[in-house]
Nanobody
Framework: QVQLVESGGGLVQTGGSLRLSCAAS????????MAWFRQAPGKEREFVSA????????YYADSVKGRFTISRDNAENKVYLQMNSLKPEDTAVYYC???????????????????WGQGTQVTVSS
């Protein structure tokens, strides 16, 4: 019912900035959670940030706190991830995901998110 499409990835140097976008279409929920995950080669998918759509509460992994900012555009049904002070260890495929307001959900667990985008590559060179 929900389609998510990420964009904005690319190649940047250490210390640079990048802004990712996630466009949602189809069936959405006013109380859903939107999140960003990332997966580097050979590693498990990792929680990056999340936003509760209804109240706007935000959450960040310790590794990105203070550098990344998640935000939303209600009119356009989009969620953004502003990434500043990028490091080589931020290199990964970044995925947008949505968690419905029903069922048993864990904020940072990929298994709690039934809807995913195709991912966008972020590469940070040193």
């Amino acid at each position: 019912q929900v389609q998510l499409v990420e964009s904005g990835g690319g190649l940047v140097q250490t210390g640079g900035s990048l802004r990712l976008s996630c466009a949602a279409s189809g069936r959405t929920f006013a109380s859903c959670t939107m999140a960003w995950f990332r997966q580097a080669p050979g590693k498990e998918r990792e929680f990056v940030s999340a936003l509760h759509w209804r109240g706007g509460s935000t959450y960040y992994a310790d590794s990105v706190k203070g550098r990344f900012t998640i935000s939303r555009d209600n009119a356009e049904n989009k969620v953004y991830l502003q990434m500043n002070s990028l490091k080589p260890e931020d290199t990964a495929v970044y995925y947008c995901a949505q968690q419905p307001p029903y069922g048993t959900n864990v904020l940072g667990a990929p298994s709690s998110y039934p809807y995913w985008g195709q991912g966008t590559q972020v590469t940070v060179s040193s």
